[in-house]
């Protein structure tokens, strides 16, 4: 029995041809996938991952909140509510496992 | 973010549809402050219809057999359009006449275009919006 | 794409549209007056319009990335000209500004301005100043509509 595999969405199958840009005018052909989240050697480099990934969110919204200040031909309304939503979603999320985190930590310590 | 889930998937789909809106709205706002200049001709925005071509695609890779590829030259049967690739395009419309002075601009045909754009420029944000209070409910 | 670019090219519809019912406001307003300070009856005057950026669009099915047709700006006026439609002449001898000899003895020439023509565009300049006051109100709901994420 053949195993089937189940294409997400984000995978590339097929005739897809890596061009060799010879010329920075040539474009690359490379289908950015985004990164899913691969297996992270500890739970430690996972947590760092995460971490910068939230400090990413909060610099992209700093910055659309800087363009809407100073240019706001460039970017659209909507944009910067996104990016302000998502910079408080994922604040809220670490906020929220850090605080499991340490309330489990105190029940370990109580045991003794 | 994480594309391969569901949720965020609509949620991107709805980020882009609302990109769309807003150009759309202002090809509009275009086409209505041109109504009397001679010689224009209004232009349109397709997107939506290209997105669902890309999504039904999707759904028929999974009907499809899928090829056992021995050799890296070999092509696999069916390909899907990938949705993220869709972007809108501003068509002219060169193909009508409406006025004596080659105008082709509608005004009523314009506003209602309008107004069902703003409608669901609504929907879309406040279904973006029920989205993140999801996310945010997961956390009490 | 900006926040305001819809705002901006339905302002200048807006201008657009008022000057236009300026210039007809002027021509009704001036539909008998014989005698200007240049000399002459007066002549009916018109709003040349044209797109903000006048880029020519191109009609090919497929077309390279540069001639692909962008998101407009809006309109301007590009000049107020006069129309050289001829004068219309009133048969008047009594009126001091009538021609006094020649084949056109006793005809008095009076402006080339039509209420009926005037009326007309009086009335689309109107309508469209109306849809561009409604793409504002659009443009408002659309922006409190993208403020309300995460309310």
Known sequence: ?112 | MFLASRMMKTDYLLERAMDVAVIRHQVIADNIANADTPGFKRSRVTFESQLKRALESEEEMKKCPRAYLTNKKHIQFCKPLDYRKVHPKIDVDFDTNYRNDKNNVDIEKEISDAVINTLRYRALSRRLSQNFKMLETVMQ | MGMFTAINTSASGLTAQRLRMDVIANNIANANTTRTPEGGPYRRKRVILMPTDSKVKYKLKFLPRKFRPVIGRGVRVLRIEEDNAPFRLVYDPTHPDAIKSGPKKGYVQMPNVNIVTEMVDMISASRSYEANVAMVDHSKTIFNAALEIGR
Do not use: W
């Open chain 1, 1 to 112: 029995m053949i195993k089937m595999k189940i294409f997400s969405s984000t995978e590339v199958i097929g005739d897809i041809v890596k061009l060799k840009a010879t010329n920075p005018k040539h474009f690359k052909d490379v289908m950015r996938a985004e990164d899913d989240d691969g297996v992270e050697k500890s739970f430690g480099a996972l947590l760092k991952n995460a971490l910068k990934k939230v400090n990413d969110l909060q610099i992209k919204s700093d910055e659309m909140t800087t363009k809407m200040i100073v240019s706001p031909d460039e970017v659209n309304i909507h944009d910067v509510m996104i990016a302000a939503q998502k910079a408080q979603l994922s604040l809220n999320f670490v906020k929220a496992i850090r605080d499991r985190v340490i309330r489990a930590y105190q029940e370990i310590m109580n045991m003794r």
